[in-house]
């Protein structure tokens, strides 16, 4: 079988799931997995830019995934100027002293002569200007978390909508205008961060990049759950917006028009309203999908992409030809982390909420890294592939292996310990599943199901 045949094959038999799944559970169950996965789809592509492409071994997938989403709470959210009013224009200005302390103290670590006047004078720098940083940075934070802490407490927005709103947009429209923006921006945060950490930790060995990654990603995390003032940590951002011109579903069950097309064709107007709402993102996320997988196709099999590969197959070989295999390496992260920020935002107007305790490891690194190993490394239609596979397995199978176990257990009588345990453990089948896929498809297709050419 040729391999254009076995995978078109592929995405038969997976687009077949997603319509069992519709038929046999329910066509919103089906359309919730399409869309996230979709959105999965395009994290694994950033996830394989950075090591099919290049090698590098990202395990902070997490953290740039997080600080993604967290451009829908700064960008397409209601400005809130009653907090910059109250003392949160004192944030910034402590941020900007604290970046020149640092900027600073680099500038004096590389000018000055190594020796005790040196160390001494960077100890000085860096206490009083830690001291200077929070006498403004705290009464600012405590200006701000003090405004309506139990429905606000934030900066809000930075005023993106009200650029709309000048152009003729309402309010609400305005504020799904501005999603548009907050995706992008999302890369960039992302894509800044990716930046500060390839500086410092792409001279690192492969192993020793995944520890600092996984670590950075954690701080990350942490810092977004503990910083109010920015995203009201752990007490989440609710009733996110959606992307033009994506609708409520309350304001399509209420319109008169959708009632009676709902009605004259035998629909539930509350079910209709769900799937026509559903049906949009998965068209928008497959437009979103498309675009970026045209365009690292195209970086692929371009000389750059030969470039990355070179230099991923062997760097000394790849350095001795003149590459700058550093900057290359840093490109390669930062485009990538870019990716995955966009896929963190567009997951976090799906789901309408910002919330940063639901950013585990397991879920955001390790399934992620799942469905590039799965899917073929290196290969981008292998990402696309293994993104909607695996998010598929990691919904389903929890409520298959329910199904499952109760069907063995039935003979049991009900006093035996094990039927009851059997029960209750069908939840942790999802990993168990996880690990048995992987490891199948390492041992009969080891360079994934679609494997780069």
Known sequence: MSAPVKNSLLFLVLAMMFLASALMQSWGAALDMLVVGLAS???????????????LFNVGVMGFSALGSLAMVLIATTARPQAWTAGGWMIPIALAIGAAVVLLAIGLWR???????????LIVLLIVGFIVYRAVFDPGVTAVEAINASAAGNIGGLGVAWFFQLLGASKDTALQLAVWVAWPVGGLIAAGAAW?????????RSDY????????AEIIVTVLKNEDWLDR????????????????????QQHAGFISWAKSWGL????????????????????ILIVILTLVELALKSPWGRMMRAIRDNEISAEAMGKDVKARHLQVFVIGSAVIGIAGAMVTSYTGLFSPTTYQPLRWTFLIWVM??????GNNWGSVLGGLLIYFLWIEVEPVG???????????????????????????????TMGIVLLLVLRFSPRGLIPEK
Do not use: C
Not at 41 to 55: H, P, S
Not at 268 to 287: G, H, K, M, S, W
Not at 403 to 432: C, F, V, Y
């Open 41 to 55: 789809a395009i994290m694994a592509l950033g996830v394989n830019m950075q090591w099919g492409y290049a090698g």
């Open 268 to 287: 539930d107007p509350t079910n209709a309203a769900n799937r026509i709402v559903q049906l949009e993102y998965v068209v928008i996320f497959a437009v």
């Open 233 to 252: 940590g752990v007490k989440n951002v609710y009733g996110l917006p959606r992307p033009y011109p994506v609708p409520q579903q309350v304001d399509l």
């Open 196 to 204: 500060i950490v390839a500086k410092t930790a792409l001279g690192l």
């Open 372 to 377: 590039v190993i799965v899917g073929g490394s």
């Open 209 to 216: 990049l995944a520890i600092a990654t996984l670590g950075i």
């Open 111 to 121: 000018w000055m002569p190594k020796g005790k006047v040196r160390a001494l004078a």
């Open 402 to 432: 329910k199904w499952l176990l109760a069907l063995i257990t039935d003979p049991m009588p009900n006093t035996w310990a094990l039927k009851g345990h059997l029960r209750e453990s069908a939840e942790q089948m999802r990993l168990m």
